[in-house]
């Protein structure tokens, strides 16, 4: 056997052993890291439709084709989401989805929440990468005063208010970050008109309670 | 050498980054604030102090059981046993990061895993750990680890104090402040490290000068 | 959202440029960026290194480690996909111990091919193996280009073209800062300076003037 | 007479003659030359711009000497390149800048910029523009939240945005027809209209009755200032002319909103910072090549990258950033441009 | 004849009111006169007189040493005092000849007019030349015999005569083709015939109308010989420069004229040529300036070779009491002489006496990177460049950047704005080169 088939076999020892103790750790924290994981979308989701006892995802199948045109699996993505009132998925009270859209220099995710009028509950920015201290601004949930952004502003909007104030709409931009401003904007307004129409919502026929 | 100096000695001396100008890209990268920097400065200094405590174990092991001629042809595959040491020791921290810190992990981001090309740890397993004995190179690694850390917190003590008027996430410069954005921008951490190098020069030679 | 590889070109090179943006690949840029010669010949190295590490880092993710429908254990051995293993937590000690080899690799092959590319690019080949670019653009690609463990549409294709493309971004910058580090070292710097601080400082100028391109072209 | 004939005379090695001009006297000419810009700015945004020009011109001065002395070196704030340094920071920014602003750019410009890199004629970036790019990247909200509005300034007739910036403006009305879905219709009109009405609006670019910047606004003033430039011999045309010429053609080919070959380039010549930039800005020496055939790569790039931000980048303007990014190019331009020697084309 | 400039080049105040309307003046004898043994490129004399030993005016001091060197002669008659080192104008210090003027004037007898002189053979010609003494005297003092002998591979197409006379202040060859244009040009067509060339040019600036009107008159008959006129520019009399204008030719980087087929010589060298082969005249005298804003009563001056600055300045009335710096030559080239007592060399075209307020070299400032000096410098060189590789001791860079063919013409510091030292530093950087290759070798 020469030298280097045995030393290649050392090294193939080392990495297995190295493997094997990875594994074991990965066991352990596999499932934190997915509970990690999910927890923040759960969260995201909770924070929107606060009312919501149960989430439940409505996913659509997207084919994913080969070079000879055969399907080779379905590839499964969620939609949106329907909230639920009670523990046993009766009385839905609105809907979620996840909007994006390009901003400064990043694409930006945000969480969205309507109620059955089609109003907007509220919004959360899941993920962005814009100038911190400018377009990260989004992020602020502060209560709205009317002055400052916040994502508290979209409580209540339907879908043509959403347009931002320099574009003659009613939502507050972010001080000298209008173009992350438009691009959250743009992106909910679009997905949820998109969203409205393929679910053929139209308001429920009762006056709202507050 | 006592092993204090041998540990003392990363945090000035031989401060790994403003002397040696090693595993620059961490530095620059995570050091927007001082909790990134020291989560940063911690995973650092674990894969270090592990790396070197293994390595140097492995050589004691290899010179315990392996003829002369075993522990030379031993040595051909040195570097690349390292690095699969010094890599699952990243992924370890990787994993119980994302497990348990799950927001440091995303503002490290890939920064985690490049700790595997950090030239600090290789450099130390490679340099020192596979030639001193188990103790020094424990002093070693800490030393290091701490100077590496120190550096990070410096130049993150600077940029998100200025750039954005707080400290650990504290506002401490007053409503009046407006922060100069430039310093958690990308320049920002170039301008700063550049400076700190030049300072330290510059006392440097001012120490000489008057000795 | 997903970039046209036009856009990824842009980015790549201008916007998130790997040194000025991502602070990837720092140690040779301070290291090699003091004469034009070599810095030149460091940019291609990097890049061509850069591009080959992607390819098979790609490769050996989708095929062995991601529980990906390409994934050799389900597309050859017909596993059941819930059972195919889920190797991804080995995905930095395979990818730095692949970029090692390969680079070893192709510095053997330059070196019997053709010596006159060996003699141009042989030096800097050893010290890419701890460029953290090279890894950290493999890494890149598997954060950008898969979603939730999967390969996005095209991401084979972005992720050579990024690869390519941060290599070139690479390279721009590094012979920049060579072309005025020579000129530097011609001139009066302040003592305490010269050398890596103002090295430093000339890069943070550099990384203001590239704010010029930040906002280019997305979307 | 023979009391001659030991006297020691002065020996020193040719030419024994000199040019007379000198540093200072260039210097000073650029700063006359910047005065009618002054002057416009002046009548056009108020006594605050005056207020700026001073406290940056102040700062630029104060610094340098400051920097001289710390450093031991003799101080040389004599000849003029820190209160050029101080006069285009100012112009460079809004008549609305804060008044800490102008003093915190000329130190970044004075000290980051220009003296760690060993002061006057040592500095790779142009200290002004470098300085404008940092408070630009460091208070974005600050530098273009608010455009003071000229003197009864208006911009192809809409009133309500007239204080926007020509470019701003342009900018705006381009996005706004290329993603009509996301308009008012009103506004979509306005765009649509506000383009159109693009060439109206010639005289008052060039006389400066536009927002922007307090110096880039009155075209016909710099070019005053530039002739003067050019009668003394401090100018020569190859960035000037060649960087111009290449946003005019760039911008006639690429920027319509109707497609190739429809834009208007004498907008875009005569709006933002070009006029300003092109003869003042770019032509530092300092910062750009030694001779001529680099001055032209230069100029050609500097309008190439100016072109590209204003119509793909993220601001409205490229000029400072296109200026700043070809300077660090030179040293490279320089190194590729060394003229053939007297006879080495004969050479066998 | 399509006339081309060279490019670069600077307009320096051009100064030559003062001198060129004054006709040649000859200098009333001195009273001892220096020859040095060395006033030519090449290898110095070795002496064939000895102290004490009566001499006669022309009469030979000193006899060539090799090929590449020329004889020196006693310009007066008189009594050798010694052969011993005195301060030399070019060289810093050297062996000169001193000789003690005698009761009267006495001339050598072989000096006399041969009517049939054009009819001589070549190489008597060239004998006769080089027997005179003859180096060029358009200031690089270059045996003259040397430059009319090319090497048979080289053909010689065109003859060049160089009355540009470009240096500021100067109007020795303006006078010098004012008053002596037929031997100047019997002079020239000698050279044309030693070279065997068919075209002749005689370049003139066109500062110098009358001149120009002069030569023309007296070569009206001959279609062999032209005149071409150029904008007053400097270095347009720099022998490459010069051939660049006139022919569009350049000299190889590295090579000498005659490489494409030219020589060029200076008016003063003509006449001298016609002198040594029509009358077997020895170089004795020659025309110089004395100019300049320290200098009483400026004039131009006919002077025997050797004779000390201070008798000539004492000629045209003394120095202003503001004079402060003697330069040998012109403002661009010259050479700053510390004294008075220097003698007159076969390659002094003029002394120039400056004030206080033009001596002094202004402090160096930074380099602004304004291009100025790239733009005028005739060899297109990087004159900021090079400086700034010899300051850094980066010779071979220097050297790959050309530095060897800096005609050393000084446009580069005079244009710079920031004062800086460039052709000094140059200066400095070529002997390094030259030190280098030496040790190479
Ligand atoms: C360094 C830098 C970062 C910026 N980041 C953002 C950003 O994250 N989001 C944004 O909308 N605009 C950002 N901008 C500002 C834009 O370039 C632009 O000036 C601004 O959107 C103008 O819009 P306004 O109409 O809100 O004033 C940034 C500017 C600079 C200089
Ligand atoms: C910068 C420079 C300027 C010169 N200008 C003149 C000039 O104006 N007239 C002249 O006769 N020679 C001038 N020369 C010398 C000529 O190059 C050349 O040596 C001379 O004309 C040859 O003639 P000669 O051998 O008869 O002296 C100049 C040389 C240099 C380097
Ligand atoms: C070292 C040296 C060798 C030369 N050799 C020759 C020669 O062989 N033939 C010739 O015609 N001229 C020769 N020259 C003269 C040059 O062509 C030129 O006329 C002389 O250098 C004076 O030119 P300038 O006054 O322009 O510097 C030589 C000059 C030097 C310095
Ligand atoms: C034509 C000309 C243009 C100049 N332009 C600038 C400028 O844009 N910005 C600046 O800071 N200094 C400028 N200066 C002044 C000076 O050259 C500059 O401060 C140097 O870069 C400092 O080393 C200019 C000088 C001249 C002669
Ligand atoms: S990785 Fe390479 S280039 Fe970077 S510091 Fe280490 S040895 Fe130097
Ligand atoms: S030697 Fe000098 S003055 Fe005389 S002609 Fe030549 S350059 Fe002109
Ligand atoms: S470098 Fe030489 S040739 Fe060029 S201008 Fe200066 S002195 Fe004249
Ligand atoms: S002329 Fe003077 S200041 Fe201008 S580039 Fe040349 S050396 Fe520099
Ligand atoms: S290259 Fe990034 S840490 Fe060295």
Redesign the pocket.
């Known amino acids: 056997m020469s030298n280097i088939v045995r030393l290649g076999i050392v090294l193939a020892i080392v990495t297995l052993i190295a493997a094997f103790v990875l594994a074991e750790i990965y066991s352990v924290t596999k499932p934190r890291i997915e509970i990690q994981k999910k927890a923040k979308e759960r969260e995201a989701l909770d924070y929107v439709l606060p009312n919501a006892k149960v989430l439940e995802p409505v996913s659509k199948k997207i084919p994913i084709v080969n070079d000879e045109g055969d399907t080779l699996y379905q590839k499964e993505v969620v939609e949106y989401y329907r909230a639920y009132e009670k523990e046993d998925s009766t009385g839905l009270i609105g809907y979620a989805f996840k909007a994006e859209g390009a901003g400064y220099s990043s694409i930006i995710e945000t969480m969205v929440g309507f109620d059955t009028w089609g109003d907007i509950t509220r919004i959360k920015i899941i993920s962005q990468k814009e100038t911190p201290g400018l377009g990260a601004l989004a992020e602020n949930s502060e209560p709205f005063e009317g002055k400052k952004w916040s994502t508290q502003q979209f409580r209540d909007k339907s879908v043509e208010d959403l347009k931002v104030d320099k574009d003659g709409g009613e939502i507050v931009s972010i001080t000298g970050a209008t173009i992350t401003s438009r691009a959250i904007t743009n992106s909910i307004r679009t997905e949820m008109k998109d969203l409205l129409n393929r679910i053929e919502f139209s308001p429920k026929d009762q006056t709202k309670e507050n | 050498m006592s092993l204090i100096t041998e540990a003392v000695k990363g945090i000035y001396k031989e401060n790994p980054v403003f002397r040696l100008a090693l595993g620059l890209c961490p530095v620059l990268a995570v050091s927007t604030s001082i909790i990134n920097a020291i989560g940063m400065g911690a995973a650092t200094t674990f894969v270090l102090l592990s790396s070197n405590t293994i390595v140097s174990l492995l050589i004691l092991l290899f010179g315990k059981i392996l003829s002369e001629e075993g522990q030379k042809s031993i040595n051909k595959i040195r570097i690349p046993m390292f690095i699969v040491v010094i890599a699952s020791f990243v992924t370890i921290v990787e994993m119980v990061m994302a497990a348990y810190f799950p927001e440091l992990s995303e503002s490290l981001g890939i920064f985690i895993p490049l700790i595997v090309v950090n030239c600090i740890i290789l450099g130390r397993a490679e340099g020192f750990a596979s030639k001193n004995p188990l103790l020094p190179s424990i002093a070693d690694a800490i030393g290091m680890g701490i100077g590496f850390t120190l550096a990070l917190t410096a130049i993150a003590f600077i940029r998100e104090l200025l750039g954005s008027g707080a400290l650990l996430g504290f506002n401490i410069m007053g409503g009046e402040f407006k922060p100069v954005l430039l310093f958690i921008l990308p320049p920002g951490a170039f301008l700063v490290i550049g400076i700190y190098m030049g300072f330290l020069n510059w006392l440097d030679e001012r120490k000489k000068r008057s000795s | 959202m997903e970039y046209s590889i036009f856009q990824i070109i842009i980015l790549s090179i201008f916007v998130n440029n790997f040194v000025l943006a991502r602070f990837l690949g720092l140690c040779p840029y301070m290291g090699v960026s003091k004469q034009l010669d070599s810095a030149i010949g460091m940019g291609m190295a990097v890049t061509f290194v850069m591009t080959i590490a992607s390819l098979v880092t790609w490769l050996l993710y989708t095929f062995f480690l991601a529980p990906t429908y390409e994934n050799v254990f389900y597309s050859l051995f017909n596993l059941p996909i819930q059972d195919v293993p889920d190797l991804t937590f080995l995905r930095t000690i395979v990818f730095i111990l692949v970029i090692a080899s390969l680079v070893q690799f192709i510095e053997m092959y330059i070196q019997k091919v053709s010596p006159t590319l060996y003699r141009a690019l042989g030096i800097y080949l050893p010290l890419i193996t701890t460029n953290c670019a090279i890894l950290g653009v493999a890494v890149l690609n598997i954060d950008l280009f898969f979603i939730d463990g999967l390969p996005a549409e095209s991401s084979f294709i972005h992720t050579i073209v990024q690869a390519f493309s941060a290599g070139l971004g690479f390279t721009l910058v590094l012979v920049l800062m060579a072309g005025i580090r020579e000129r530097l070292e011609m001139i009066g710097i302040p003592k305490p300076l010269r050398g890596l601080p103002i090295a430093f400082i000339v890069a943070g100028l550099m990384s203001i003037a590239f704010l010029g391109f930040s906002g280019m072209n997305i979307g | 007479m023979n009391e001659t004939a030991d006297k020691l005379f002065i020996s020193t090695s040719s030419p024994h003659l000199r040019d007379t001009d000198s540093i200072n006297k260039i210097m000073w000419t650029v700063n006359v030359a910047l005065i009618p810009a002054l002057i416009m700015a002046y009548y056009f945004f108020g006594t605050r711009a005056l207020w700026i020009t001073l406290l940056a011109v102040v700062a630029a001065v104060a610094t340098e000497a400051l920097v001289h002395r710390v450093a031991g070196k003799s101080i040389r704030i004599h000849d003029g390149s820190a209160v050029i340094t101080g006069i285009l920071l100012a112009f460079n920014l809004p008549a609305s800048a804060p008044w800490w602003m102008p003093i915190v750019g000329s130190v970044f410009a004075i000290v980051i910029v220009k003296e760690l890199f060993g002061g006057l004629g040592n500095n790779i970036l142009n200290p002004a523009l470098a300085a404008r790019a940092f408070l630009l990247a460091s208070w974005p909200v600050e530098m273009t939240a608010s455009w003071v509005s000229p003197r009864e300034g208006t911009l192809s007739g809409i009133s309500a945005i007239t204080s926007a910036t020509p470019l701003s403006l342009l900018k705006d009305s381009a996005e706004i027809i290329a993603n009509p879905q996301n308009y008012e219709p009103g506004r979509v009109q306005q765009a649509q209209e506000a383009i159109a009405n693009l060439s109206s609006s010639y005289s008052n670019l060039l006389i400066g009755n536009v927002g922007g910047c307090i110096g880039e606004t009155s075209v016909i003033a710099l070019l005053i200032g530039a002739l003067f430039m050019f009668y003394r011999h401090v100018l020569t045309w190859q960035i000037p002319f060649t960087y111009i010429g290449t946003v005019a053609l760039l911008a006639w080919i690429f920027g319509g909103s109707e497609g190739l070959f429809t834009g208007n380039w004498i907008f875009h010549i005569l709006s933002g910072g070009l006029i300003l930039g092109a003869f003042y800005m770019a032509t530092d020496m300092v910062t750009s090549p030694l001779n001529s055939r680099g001055q032209i790569i230069f100029g050609v790039g500097c309008g190439i990258l100016t072109v590209a931000i204003r119509l793909w980048g993220g601001y409205p303007e490229g000029v400072s950033y296109s200026i700043i990014l070809m300077n660090l190019a030179v040293p490279l331009i320089d190194r590729y441009t060394v003229p053939s020697v007297f006879g080495e084309v004969n050479k066998k | 004849m399509k006339i081309k400039s060279f490019h670069g080049g600077v307009h320096p105040f051009e100064g030559k009111e003062f001198t060129e309307k004054k006709k040649i003046e000859i200098l009333p004898l001195p009273g001892t006169v220096s020859i040095p043994l060395a006033q030519h ?1 090449g290898a110095p004399t070795n002496p064939i007189v000895e102290k004490g030993q009566e001499v006669k005016a022309g009469e030979k001091l000193a006899e060539a040493n090799g090929y590449i060197s020329v004889p020196v002669h006693a310009s007066i008659s008189g009594k050798v005092k010694g052969i011993e080192d005195i301060d030399h104008p070019v060289a810093g210090r050297g062996k000169a000849v001193t000789i003690v003027a005698g009761e009267s004037e006495e001339w050598i007898d072989t000096i006399r007019e041969d009517k049939n002189y054009f009819d001589l053979s070549v190489d008597e010609m060239r004998n006769r030349i080089r027997e005179a003494g003859l180096a ?1 005297m ?3 003092t ?1 045996p003259t015999h ?2 009319l002998s ?1 090497p048979p591979d080289k053909k010689i197409d065109t003859a060049i005569l160089n009355g540009v006379e470009c240096e500021p202040y100067l109007t020795a060859d303006h006078r010098l083709m004012l008053e002596y244009p037929e031997d100047i040009l019997n002079g020239f067509r000698l050279i044309m015939k030693i070279l065997g060339v068919q075209r002749g040019i005689i370049g003139i600036e066109n500062n110098k109308r009358d001149a120009v009107e002069v030569m023309r008159q007296y070569i009206n008959n001959s279609n062999n010989i032209k005149i071409a006129v150029f904008p007053v520019k400097y270095p347009q009399g ?2 490459k420069q010069l051939i660049k204008a006139t022919l569009n030719r350049e000299v190889p980087s590295g090579g ?3 490489d494409i087929g030219v ?2 010589q200076n008016v003063g060298t003509a006449k001298a040529v016609y002198d040594a082969v029509a009358h077997r005249r020895p170089l004795t005298h020659r025309v110089l300036t004395v100019t300049g804003s320290g200098i009483r009563e400026p004039k131009n001056v006919l002077a025997p070779i050797g004779t000390p600055f201070q008798d000539i300045v004492d000629f045209c009335g003394g120095l202003t009491e503001k004079a402060s710096k003697i330069i040998m030559g012109g403002p661009m080239m010259g050479i700053s002489q510390p004294h008075l007592k220097v003698p007159v060399v076969k390659g002094t075209s003029g002394i120039l006496i400056l004030e206080e307020k033009e001596s002094h070299l202004r402090p160096e400032e930074p380099c602004i990177n304004c291009g100025r000096c790239v733009l005028v410098c005739p060899s297109h060189l990087l004159p900021t460049t090079l400086q700034m590789l010899v300051y850094n001791e980066r010779i071979e860079e220097a050297e790959d950047l050309h530095i060897m063919d800096c005609i050393e013409c000084g446009s580069c510091s005079y244009i710079c704005p920031a004062n800086r030292y460039l052709v000094q530093t140059i200066r400095h950087g070529k002997r390094q080169v030259i030190q280098a290759r030496k040790k190479a070798s």
């Open positions: 490129i060029g358009g200031g690089a270059f040397v430059k090319p720099a022998e000498l004229p005659m020589v060029v």
